[in-house]
């Protein structure tokens, strides 16, 4: 009797595991199909809200620019202690000029990041302990 209840519940705890991974979701989905449906020189700013949706990123320099993005993640086998593996990093830049139409789109998948290249140079910060807050506070201090 003790081992056919112990078989049951160990049934019972062993239907609930799921084999499949979790897979975690960063971003919009689908965005490679849903790239496809903009139209360079045709398609304006509502229509791409109505498409993509908000951007995750908008910058506005001499024209706006918005960037979306796609990640998906999902944990590793085992060996490799849970470590996240990268299976999707997509990014769509959207060039819109000052009427609001779409002048360039640019995607980016996951093999085009390997091929970014960044400059080396370091920009060096110019501190100094006698800072104008500094030299104001203690020459404060000496009139008191």
């Known amino acids: 009797m003790k081992n056919i209840l112990f078989l049951i519940s160990l049934l019972v705890l062993l239907s609930n595991c799921n084999l499949n991974k979790v897979v975690h979701h960063h971003g919009v989905h689908n965005l490679n199909i849903k790239k496809s449906k903009l139209k360079v020189n045709e398609t304006n700013i509502n229509d791409i809200l109505k498409i993509i949706g908000p951007p995750s990123s908008k910058s506005t320099f001499d024209n706006d620019v918005y960037i979306y993005i796609e990640r998906k993640t999902s944990g ?3 060996r490799k202690l849970g470590k996240k593996i990268l299976i999707k990093n997509d990014v769509l830049i959207l ?4 009427r609001g139409i779409l002048v360039s789109k640019k995607f980016l998948n996951k093999d085009d990041m390997q091929k970014v ?3 080396e140079n370091i920009t060096k ?3 100094s302990k006698r800072s104008f807050v500094y030299s104001f506070l203690s020459s404060m201090r000496q009139k008191i």
């Open 125 to 127: 910060a110019n501190y």
């Open 117 to 119: 290249k960044f400059d």
């Open 76 to 78: 590793s086998k085992l």
């Open 95 to 98: 060039d819109i000029d000052k």
